[in-house]
């Protein structure tokens, strides 16, 4: 191709992808606005409450929790991310009790597989949904969830019902047998009476 036609269509080739290019943004200055201006909008930001941030462990409003420091999400977590340690502690009634010294979250070394929150058998821990989880300091990855003073929440006992009556005592003596009538065949009938026949005579 001669060097200088070939240089024009360049040029028209760059016109078209320019305006190609032009015609998409203006398309989409008009279009209506899906992202989201952050961190303006912090206030009315919606985060899925499936996802998960940070493990914590909800207290009432007698700094009390649920968990009973078995030690199960510690066992179960994959990364040694959880360390619980307890005391034990003898009752009223004089039985040992184990109970919450410290429950230790590291964040820095958590993957948020959910497996603790899953095999607490008291529904002691949750993930919760906050977003904004960065720091500058390294050490305060490594959190205390049990809040200071605060204690195992006691169950409420309920009360089991009373034991339904015995059942009316059972006849111990075994139904009498019905008696069993032999039917004697007519051959050994016949035979019966011939016999008692000649005795007769
Ligand atoms: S979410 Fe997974 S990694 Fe994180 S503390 Fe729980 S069990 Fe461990
Ligand atoms: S959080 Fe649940 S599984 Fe973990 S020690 Fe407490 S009661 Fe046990």
């Not at 820095?108 to 919760?128: K, M």
Request: glycine content about 4%.
């Amino acid at each position: 191709m001669n060097p200088f036609i070939k240089y024009i269509s360049g040029i028209f080739t760059a016109l078209k992808a320019l305006i190609g290019g032009l015609r998409v943004t203006w398309r989409e200055l008009w279009r209506k606005k899906v992202t989201m201006q952050y961190p303006e909008n912090r206030e009315t930001l919606v985060i899925s409450d499936r996802w998960r941030s940070e493990l914590h462990m909800p207290h009432d409003e007698n700094n009390e929790h649920a968990c009973t420091a078995c030690g199960i999400c510690m066992n179960n977590c994959p990364n040694g991310t959880i360390k619980v340690t307890s005391n034990m502690e003898e009752t009223e009634d004089g039985k040992k009790k184990r109970v919450l010294d410290k429950y230790v979250w590291d964040y820095g070394t958590c993957t948020f597989c959910n497996l603790c929150v899953i095999t607490c058998p008291s529904d002691a821990i949750q993930f919760n949904n906050d977003f904004e989880g960065a720091m500058y300091d390294r050490s305060k990855l490594i959190r205390q969830l049990n809040k200071p003073g605060s204690k195992l929440r006691e169950k409420e006992k309920v009360e089991k019902p009373a034991a339904p009556a015995k059942e009316a005592a059972k006849p111990t003596e075994a139904p009498a047998k019905k008696e069993e009538k032999k039917e004697i065949a007519p051959e050994a009938k016949k035979a019966d009476e011939k016999s008692s026949d000649k005795e007769n005579k």
